[in-house]
């Protein structure tokens, strides 16, 4: 079982590396963004453990370049970022798990075994609807090659109207996949925010990707409009 280290801390990351090895692992340090994208890159491991905080290229940019480069390895973010948003982050990104510091280290071990029991996973393949693409790793949606700015709402409207392209869906359950299952305000958000996105991915092409179907709910075109 191999694991790359990534952390600028060396103390830490010697103890780690000993903690690991003796615990049959085979282990390899890197302490700085860079190193860490070509080890990972050059090299074969069954995980990563990558710090957020590093010089030459920090955690987000490394774990964005490896899953944009296809490079599918389960990566186990150590950090002392312990904000909702700084995981957010990092899971949109590709990240497989996230443990803060301090933290327990025989519950590094259990979540490494884990990640490596799994394998890494198939990741999204891009979503397409004649030219309109929605790339999930890299969170981009293009038409015709353009490259369209969502918001993050609209950009998971989008993306779920695309899982359900060709279907009707509801109102309640745009809600409950998009929103919250708990959502208890106005559910005619769901109509403004398909006007948003019909503005930014229909209007400037002339399409109609989204329908509108009387009395149900929406559809998105499998054409694309």
Same mark, same amino acid.
């Given at each position: 079982m191999r694991v790359l280290i990534v952390d600028d801390e060396r103390p830490l990351a010697?103890?780690?590396?000993?903690?690991?090895?003796d615990e049959g692992f085979v282990v390899e340090v890197a302490h700085n963004g860079q190193d860490a994208l070509w080890a990972a890159t050059e090299k074969r491991f069954d995980a990563v453990v990558l710090d957020i905080m590093l010089p030459r290229g920090n955690g987000y940019q490394v774990l964005a370049e490896l899953r944009r480069r296809e490079i599918w390895t389960p990566v186990l973010m150590l950090t002392a970022k312990d904000g909702d948003y700084d995981q957010t982050d990092a899971f949109d990104l590709g990240a497989d798990d996230y443990l803060t510091k301090p933290f327990s280290f025989i519950v590094l071990v259990a979540r490494l075994r884990a990640l490596i029991r799994r394998g890494a996973p198939e990741r999204p393949v891009v979503l397409a609807c004649g030219d309109l693409t929605l790339d999930p790793v890299r969170r981009r949606v293009e038409r015709a090659g353009n490259e369209i700015s969502l918001t993050p709402?609209?950009? =998971?409207?989008?993306?779920?109207?695309?899982?359900?392209? =060709?279907?009707v869906v509801t109102k309640s359950e745009i809600l409950e996949g998009v929103w919250d299952p708990a959502f208890d305000g106005d559910p005619n958000v769901v109509e403004v925010y398909i006007r948003y996105l019909r503005r930014k991915i229909d209007a400037p092409f002339e399409r109609r990707a989204i329908e509108t179907v009387r009395g149900m709910g929406y559809r998105l075109s499998t054409t694309g409009g």
């Open positions: 010697e103890t780690i590396r000993r903690g690991l090895t709402r609209e950009y =998971g409207l989008l993306e779920f109207l695309m899982q359900h392209k =060709g279907d």
